[in-house]
């Protein structure tokens, strides 16, 4: 028995088998064995970057369909960013490939091959919205969309003669629901065939923010008293849509907004501002938004101190783990790094206490109160994992949105800080939906939380017929048997 076995690939004959190992909670080993008596033939795999290998559970690994060698993602770990690898079966270098598809704060990635040279892969950073399906050449790294829906598409697989592509098409529709302090049943806010997720409610306002796509591109709205109307769209970026927007947060004044949008490099000219995923800055009375400044490649999950002169967010330059940092609002210097433990990628976004002391954020060693001062304090309040969370109005409680032990239902839980205590308020909040961020958004609403919730439906598809674009020659061969006739 291959015990603890992460992700595991059987070679097309059957004789071999690749498997991730854990080796503890954020590291994992590469290993190969020989099938059947995989026990006794165990090998870890240790070539090249695999002698230390750095990663998450996100990893997707299939054998070519010669059996030929092994192609492998790797999820961001503590340290770097994803990464994809060919390794030759019959010994040889492990070699990087597909380095267009390296992104951070994308979605985990999965493929499937159509010949040695090709694959069907997922992508999430197109020129439309979700996650979509790209063909991929491991050899020239060049990629090219195959489907561009309203939906995602996910979990490709190709038939062995390469014509035919089974996946999952998912329409993922989030709703905004109030979860009631009192423990009964969440109450719907807003609720539409289109996406309305992450709001953020202005303080001692009766308005709130939150982003739709109920005009096609995602854009931020705010609802104030019944009405609602655009705060940020297309056009406060030179007119180019975002591949992602959210992470909304208001300052204390109620008078800005902090949020996250990304955009492609090429595809934005405004001053300072060289795209990717980036924190900025609207004005609730006018004027377009700008980004808060800092030369990082990535930006995400802002959080306003409670006088408005600071704001912390997750930090990254390419090649280097996600840090929690803060940014004096105005300022232009260098942003301050405030715990000296690595942020996992893909985790719920920190939140300031309202006695300025500290930031919520969950870290590699769980789920922390990080000192805001920088002195690089912290403490561990409660294990990883959680959906969502939030400060009660005096700092003394923590309320979150947990999953249930079997990962199936929502759970409303209260920490008291000084404690460490947990208190179950609501087991059964809904249930946990298949989706990346089944939660998106957690802000004190009238008598308990604002959030949003994933409802998702998903369907099998096949793509028939499917044939791999002619190479140069096999085009001038064509034209000249056509010309021929």
Request: include cysteine; charged fraction near 20%; proline fraction near 8%.
């Amino acid at each position: 028995m291959l015990e603890r076995t992460a992700r595991s690939a059987i070679s097309p004959d059957g004789k071999t088998i690749f498997f991730i190992r854990h080796k503890d909670g954020l590291h994992f080993d590469l290993w190969s064995a020989s099938l059947p008596d995989a026990e006794g033939t165990k090998h870890r795999y240790t070539r090249g970057v695999f002698n230390s290998l750095n990663t998450t559970s996100t990893t997707h690994l299939k054998f070519s369909p010669d059996g030929s060698k092994l192609l492998l993602w790797v999820g961001p770990g503590p340290v770097g960013d994803p990464s994809i690898w060919e390794i030759p079966v019959d010994g040889g270098e492990p070699t990087a490939r597909l380095s267009s598809l390296h992104k951070h704060s994308v979605s985990p990635i999965s493929f499937s091959w159509v010949d040695n040279r090709n694959i069907v892969v997922t992508r999430a950073d197109g020129p439309t919205p979700g996650e979509h399906l790209w063909l991929a050449d491991t050899e020239t790294d060049r990629s090219v969309p195959i489907t561009t829906t309203p939906s995602n598409e996910r979990s490709p697989s190709v038939s062995p003669d390469g014509t035919t592509i089974a996946l999952t098409g998912d329409a993922t529709d989030f709703d905004l629901v109030e979860i009631p302090l009192d423990g009964s049943r969440p109450r719907s806010v807003i609720n539409t065939t289109r996406n309305e997720f992450d709001p953020a409610v202005a303080p001692g306002a009766a308005q709130y923010a939150f982003v739709t796509d109920r005009t096609g591109d995602p854009q931020i709205w705010l609802q104030n008293q019944g009405d609602s109307k655009p705060l940020v769209t297309a056009m406060d970026f030179d007119g180019v849509g975002s591949l992602a927007i959210g992470a909304l947060a208001f300052s204390p004044d109620a008078t800005r907004l902090a949020f996250q949008a990304a955009t492609r490099p090429e595809s934005t000219t405004l001053p300072g501002f060289a795209g990717g995923s980036r924190v900025w800055m609207k004005t609730l009375a006018g004027g377009k938004p700008f980004p808060i400044g800092g030369s990082e490649t990535y930006q995400d999950a802002p959080t306003w101190s409670p006088r408005g002169d600071w704001i912390a967010y997750l930090s990254s330059m390419r090649g280097d783990s996600i840090q929690l940092v803060k940014s004096q609002v105005g300022a232009r210097g260098n942003p301050i790094r405030l715990a000296k433990e690595v942020i996992p990628p893909f985790v719920v976004r920190p939140v300031w206490s309202p006695d300025d002391e500290w930031i919520l954020c969950e870290t590699t060693e769980g789920f922390s109160l990080v000192a805001a001062d920088g002195s690089m304090r912290s403490r561990v309040v409660a294990d990883k994992g959680w959906l969502a969370y939030a400060w009660d109005a005096d700092g003394s409680h923590i309320y979150g949105l947990l999953p249930s032990e079997d990962y199936r239902q929502i759970t409303l839980v209260s920490i008291d800080v000084r404690t460490g205590h947990q208190r179950v308020i609501n087991p059964d909040v809904g249930p946990i939906r298949p989706a990346l961020q089944p939660i998106r958004g957690f802000s004190r609403y009238r008598s308990g939380f604002l959030t949003s919730i994933a409802h998702v439906r998903s369907d099998i598809y096949l793509i028939e017929g499917f044939r791999l674009p002619r190479t140069k020659w096999e085009q001038i061969w064509h034209l000249g048997r056509a010309e021929a006739r």
